[in-house]
């Protein structure tokens, strides 16, 4: 794991060697307070918990995350020093890895800076903190199976413009996998397993399960083996790419 932590740690400083990281956690931040306190009607509800908070966390993952993933392969490709990572003594695996914890682990940190959030609901009233937390839990597993996504489109790509985009595309349909809407359009041509099994992948059904207190096993699980998942994608994708 000395590889996997090396490469986090190189990944990890590169986000703060320019001001873009501070401009991130800002935006992150700024969205979060709107998103709570004008559109979520975090004051009008007249209830002491983060459920206005949680609730669009998808959507603020379905626009920011991409960007944070979007430079993890296709940067590295454009500038040709993606050559020079896979000379290194490590894996490919280690490399994936590595620059995936980081930013997961940027994202972390963007979720732990809205800490005030949780005080503030705490000094409001008596909130049910361990729901507080399954939600943090689960918008950190989410932030993780979006960037997985992005990790693997980006290494399919040069650009980091179509990697954004892509990625944006793949998770919008993960989150809206579960509305009837696009039920309805799967309904129309596929048995009802299949259907079952498209639901099921609904980024926002998982999400909004764990965010409720409801911390299910399966929810947590499913998270992770859509990280494993794309993980994997994403040195497949690289691999294929290196022997062209």
């Known amino acids: ?15 703060f060697a320019t001001p873009l990281a501070a401009v991130f956690l800002v935006i992150f931040l700024a969205l979060a307070g709107a998103f709570t306190f004008y ?18 966390h998808p959507w603020l993952y379905l626009l920011l995350a991409p960007a944070v993933a979007m430079r993890l392969w296709a940067e590295e490709r454009k500038s040709g020093t993606l050559e020079l990572l896979l000379t290194l003594p490590l894996a490919l695996w280690q490399a994936v890895l590595g620059k995936f914890l980081a930013a997961w682990a940027f994202l ?23 729901v507080i937390f399954a939600g943090y839990l689960g918008s950190w597993l989410m932030a993780g199976a979006f960037l997985a996504i992005g990790s693997a489109l980006s290494a399919a790509t040069r650009s980091q413009v179509v990697a954004f985009i892509l990625t944006v595309v793949v ?17 129309g041509w596929a048995p009802q397993p299949w259907v079952d099994a498209f639901a099921g992948l609904s ?29 994997t994608a994403t040195v497949l994708v690289i691999d294929l790419k290196k022997a062209d």
């Open 108 to 130: 972390g940190l963007a979720l732990v800076l809205t800490f005030p959030m949780w005080v503030t609901v705490a000094w409001l009233g008596d909130p049910d903190h361990g």
């Open 39 to 56: 559109l979520g009607g975090f004051y009008e509800a007249g209830q002491a918990d983060l459920q206005p908070f949680f609730r669009f």
């Open 1 to 15: 794991m000395s590889a996997v932590l090396s490469v986090f740690r190189r990944e990890f400083a590169s986000y």
């Open 171 to 187: 998770c919008l349909l993960l989150l809206l996998a579960g509305f009837p809407m696009a039920l309805d359009l799967v309904r």
């Open 203 to 231: 980024f926002l059904t998982h999400f909004q399960a764990i965010s409720r207190g409801v911390l299910d096993l399966r929810d947590v699980v499913f998270f992770l083996l859509c990280i494993g998942a794309w993980l």
